[in-house]
C-alpha cells in the first residue's frame, strides 16, 4: 500500500504515521501530542466539509483540523 | 530540601489533574474540569509541610513540552527558573506521552516528584504499572494518586519534604522516546479490557453521523434544564421568600420611614400606587436584593450546575470538534466554543479563556463576538423575565437576532482581516463520571464568587440610579442622545439612563427598562441593544488586558457600529 495522508484514511483503519509535513512548530505541536513518524495510529473519524479528523493515538484522542491532516503522511498496514 | 521559601510548581501535560491536586496540597479554590486548558493563569496557594512551615505551591497551565509554542506555554516554562521543586503530574492512563515531559523536567531540575495521577482510572482501563520498576528506571520517586478523591496526598506530601537531588543525563528528542519505550518496557503491562458504556458512548458522540444529533440534543437538554431548574427555584423558594418573608419587613420599614422622601426612596424605593414593587420601586433592599438574589441567582445556580457536570464530565472538547467547520466561518477553530460558553455564565471568565486561542487574530475575533453576542446569565435571566412576559417568542427573537449578529459579524471579520483561521489541534479527554463532590464545590466556589461579586456592585448600581435621577443628569445625557435613541431605534429618551448602567452591571440596565412603559417592540429594541453595546466594565478590564489597548479600540468601535446599525435595522423591520 502507497502513502496516504490523513484525511485519505478511512474510519478505523490502523496506519503508521510517516512523515509530518510542515513548519517547526507544525511538528513540534504535533509530536507533544504523541504524533510522530513511525507511531501507529487509528482513525476515527472524520466530518463533513472539511471538518476535523480525529484519530486515536495510543491511549490519547485527538482533534486535528483537515489542514493540518493532509499534511500527515501515513502509510497503512 | 525543603525550606520556608521553597516555591513548588505543579507541572504536567494538560489535563491531567494538576488543579486537582493543588486544591488538595493548598486547600485552595480552583476551577477543576475534564477539558484541557481549564487553568489559564497561575494559581498560587501555600501547603504546610511540617507543623510551622509553609511552601508556596503554584499550579502552571498544562504544556507538553518545554519547547514553547504558544504565549500560555511561554509563561509555565518561564516559571521554571522560578520553582525549586517540582511536581511533575503524569496521567497514569496516558504514560508514554506524558514522559516525554518528565524527561525535560529532569534534565531541567534536579529536583523533581512525579505524582501518577489519575491512578484509580488505570485498573478500568487494564493497564497495570510497577511503581518500584518505573521508580528506579525512571530514576526519580514515583507516588500514585488521585487528586479528585485525594488518594495518595498524604503520601505525596511526605515524600515531597524528603526529596533526594536526582543525576541528569542529557538526552536528545530521539533518545527520549527510545527511553520512554525501554522504561515503559520493563514497568507497564497492558490487559486487554472490554468497552465500558461510557466508552461506548464516546465512539458514538464522536462520529459525525451521530455526534451531531447528540450535540444538538445535549445543548438543547442543558438549555431546557437550565430553564426548568431556575424556574423552579424561583416558583418555589425565591419568589416566595421575597413575597412572603421579605415584603411584609419592607412594608413595615417603608410605614416607619414615613412611605416617601429621599432617604425612604434611596432604601425602600418609591412606592408604586402605593405599594412597593421590586421590578419598579428601585430602592436597595427592595430592587438591589431582588435583582442579584430573586431574579438572577437561580438562573447562575441552575447554569453552573449544568455547565459543571458537562465540563467534568468531558464533553467541552467533543461539542468542539462537532462545530469545527461552523466555527471556521466566522474566523474562529472549533475550540472557541469554550470561552463562548464560559461567557454565557460571566463574560470576566469567558475572556480570560481566551487565551486559550492562538493568535492575535483569532483573540480579537472571539472576544469581538463575545462582546457583542453573548450576554452573561445574569443578563439573560433579567431578559428571560422582562420580555418573558410578553411572550416567550420575543425572547426567542431576541437571541435569534444575537445568533445573526454572530454570524453576519464573524463572517465579515473573517472575509475582511487579512489571515485566516487556525486550525483545530486539540486533544480530546475520555469521558469521565462526574464525581457529585466535585460539581458541587465547583457550583459552590462559582455561586459564591458571584454574590462576592454581582451584590456590591447591583447596590452600588441602584445607588447611583437614585442619586442620578435626584440630579437630573439623564436629562441631559437623554437631550444629547436623543436623535440616536429617539430618532434611530425609537426608543423613549429615558432609555439612556439604562444605557449608561450598562456600563456598570447589565442586570441593573435591563431592569431598568421595566418602569418607562415600553411597547414590545421597543423593549425587544433596548434589550438587544443593552446586549450588543458595549461590554460591563469588569469584562472590559480583562478584555484589554488580554487584547492590548489598539485592538480593543478597534473592538470597541465595532461593538458600538453594530449596536447603532442592528439598532436602526430594528426600528425599520420589527
Same mark, same amino acid.
Not at chain 2, 507538553?64 to 509554542?69: D, K, R, T
Not at chain 2, 427592595?286 to 430573586?294: E, R
Given at each position: 500500500m502507497g502513502s496516504l495522508n490523513l484525511t485519505q484514511l478511512k474510519a478505523k483503519q490502523h496506519a503508521k504515521v510517516l512523515e509530518l509535513d510542515g513548519g517547526y512548530a507544525f511538528v513540534q505541536r504535533l509530536e507533544a501530542l504523541g504524533v510522530r513518524p513511525g507511531i501507529q495510529i487509528t482513525k476515527i473519524s472524520s466530518h463533513f466539509w472539511k471538518g476535523p479528523v480525529t484519530v486515536l493515538v495510543g491511549k490519547t484522542k485527538i482533534a486535528i483540523g483537515y489542514g493540518m491532516a493532509k499534511k500527515i503522511k501515513v502509510m497503512v498496514k | 530540601m525543603l525550606s520556608r521559601e521553597s516555591k513548588i510548581l505543579l507541572i504536567g501535560n494538560p489535563n491531567v489533574g494538576k488543579s486537582a491536586i493543588f486544591s488538595r496540597l493548598t486547600g485552595a479554590k480552583v476551577t477543576i474540569s475534564n477539558y484541557p486548558g481549564t487553568t489559564v493563569g497561575l494559581s498560587q496557594g501555600y501547603m504546610k509541610f511540617r507543623p510551622d512551615e509553609m511552601g508556596i505551591v503554584i499550579d502552571v497551565?498544562?504544556?507538553?513540552?518545554?519547547?514553547?509554542?504558544? !504565549?500560555? #506555554?511561554?509563561?509555565?516554562? #518561564? @516559571?521554571? !527558573?522560578?520553582? #525549586?521543586?517540582?511536581?511533575?503530574?503524569? #496521567?497514569?492512563t496516558n504514560l508514554e506521552r506524558n514522559l516525554f515531559l518528565t524527561l525535560e523536567l529532569k534534565e531541567k531540575k534536579p529536583l523533581s516528584i512525579v505524582a501518577l495521577n489519575m491512578w484509580d482510572e488505570t485498573r478500568h482501563k487494564g493497564i497495570e504499572i510497577d511503581v518500584e520498576k518505573l521508580e528506579r528506571e525512571l530514576g526519580l520517586t514515583v507516588v500514585p494518586v488521585c487528586g479528585i478523591t485525594g488518594f495518595g496526598i498524604k503520601e505525596l506530601r511526605e515524600k515531597l519534604v524528603n526529596l533526594k537531588k536526582t543525576s541528569k543525563k542529557v538526552l536528545t528528542k530521539d533518545q527520549k522516546w527510545e527511553e520512554i519505550g525501554r522504561i515503559l518496557e520493563l514497568s507497564q503491562t497492558l490487559h486487554h479490557h472490554h468497552h465500558t458504556l461510557l466508552e461506548r458512548f464516546e465512539d458514538i458522540s464522536t462520529r459525525?453521523?451521530?455526534?451531531?444529533?447528540?450535540?444538538?440534543?445535549?445543548?438543547?437538554?442543558? *438549555?431546557?434544564?437550565?430553564?426548568?431548574?431556575?424556574?423552579?427555584?424561583?416558583?418555589?423558594? *425565591?419568589?416566595?421568600? *421575597? /413575597?412572603n418573608i421579605w415584603m411584609p419587613f419592607l412594608e413595615r420599614i417603608s410605614s416607619l420611614m414615613g412611605s416617601e422622601g429621599f432617604f425612604h426612596d434611596v432604601i425602600i424605593g418609591r412606592l408604586i400606587n402605593g405599594n412597593i414593587d421590586y421590578g419598579q420601586s428601585f430602592g436597595l433592599l427592595?430592587?438591589?436584593?431582588?435583582?442579584?438574589?430573586?431574579a438572577v441567582l437561580p438562573y447562575i445556580l441552575s447554569f453552573y450546575l449544568i455547565l459543571g457536570i458537562l465540563e467534568d464530565w468531558g464533553y467541552l472538547p467533543r461539542l468542539a470538534t462537532q462545530v469545527d467547520n *461552523?466555527?471556521?466561518?466566522? =474566523?474562529?477553530?472549533?475550540?472557541?466554543?469554550?470561552?463562548?460558553?464560559? =461567557?454565557?455564565?460571566?463574560?470576566?471568565? =469567558?475572556?480570560?479563556?481566551?487565551?486559550?486561542?492562538?493568535?492575535?487574530?483569532e483573540k480579537f475575533i472571539a472576544a469581538t463576538l463575545m462582546a457583542v453576542a453573548v450576554p452573561c446569565m445574569a443578563q439573560i435571566a433579567m431578559i428571560v423575565g422582562l420580555v418573558g412576559e410578553r411572550g416567550g417568542r420575543y425572547v426567542a427573537l431576541i437571541f435569534g437576532i444575537l445568533f445573526l449578529i454572530v454570524v453576519v459579524k464573524g463572517v465579515l471579520m473573517n472575509t475582511i482581516m487579512p489571515g485566516k483561521s487556525p486550525e483545530i489541534l486539540w486533544e480530546i479527554p475520555p469521558y469521565r463520571m462526574p464525581h457529585p463532590k466535585a460539581v458541587i464545590k465547583k457550583l459552590w466556589m462559582r455561586v459564591t464568587e458571584f454574590l462576592k461579586e454581582a451584590v456590591p456592585y447591583v447596590l452600588l448600581g441602584v445607588f447611583i440610579v437614585n442619586m442620578l435621577y435626584v440630579l437630573n443628569a439623564f436629562d441631559f445625557l437623554a437631550r444629547i442622545f436623543a436623535p440616536v435613541l429617539t430618532g434611530m431605534w425609537g426608543l423613549p429618551k429615558e432609555t439612556i439612563s439604562a444605557l449608561m448602567m450598562g456600563f456598570l452591571r447589565k442586570d441593573v440596565a435591563v431592569g431598568m427598562l421595566a418602569p418607562l412603559s415600553l411597547t414590545t417592540k421597543q423593549l425587544v429594541? &433596548?434589550?438587544?441593544?443593552?446586549?450588543?453595546?458595549?461590554?460591563? @466594565? &469588569? /469584562?472590559?478590564?480583562? @478584555?484589554?488586558?488580554?487584547? =492590548?489597548? !489598539?485592538?480593543?479600540? !478597534?473592538?470597541?468601535?465595532? @461593538?458600538i457600529l453594530t449596536a447603532v446599525s442592528v439598532g436602526a435595522l430594528l426600528n425599520i423591520f420589527l
Open positions: - | 497551565p498544562g504544556i507538553y513540552s518545554l519547547v514553547p509554542l504558544s !504565549k500560555a #506555554d511561554e509563561v509555565a516554562v #518561564d @516559571m521554571l !527558573k522560578e520553582g #525549586d521543586v517540582i511536581i511533575n503530574v503524569v #496521567d497514569a459525525p453521523g451521530t455526534g451531531l444529533p447528540i450535540a444538538v440534543l445535549v445543548v438543547y437538554c442543558s *438549555f431546557m434544564l437550565i430553564r426548568l431548574i431556575a424556574e423552579t427555584l424561583i416558583e418555589n423558594v *425565591f419568589e416566595p421568600a *421575597f /413575597t427592595s430592587t438591589g436584593l431582588y435583582v442579584p438574589l430573586a *461552523f466555527m471556521h466561518r466566522i =474566523g474562529l477553530h472549533g475550540y472557541a466554543i469554550v470561552p463562548m460558553i464560559l =461567557g454565557l455564565g460571566c463574560n470576566v471568565p =469567558g475572556a480570560m479563556a481566551l487565551r486559550l486561542l492562538e493568535n492575535r487574530r429594541i &433596548a434589550c438587544t441593544i443593552l446586549a450588543i453595546y458595549f461590554p460591563c @466594565m &469588569a /469584562t472590559f478590564v480583562v @478584555m484589554l488586558r488580554e487584547l =492590548g489597548i !489598539k485592538d480593543m479600540l !478597534k473592538s470597541a468601535l465595532l @461593538m
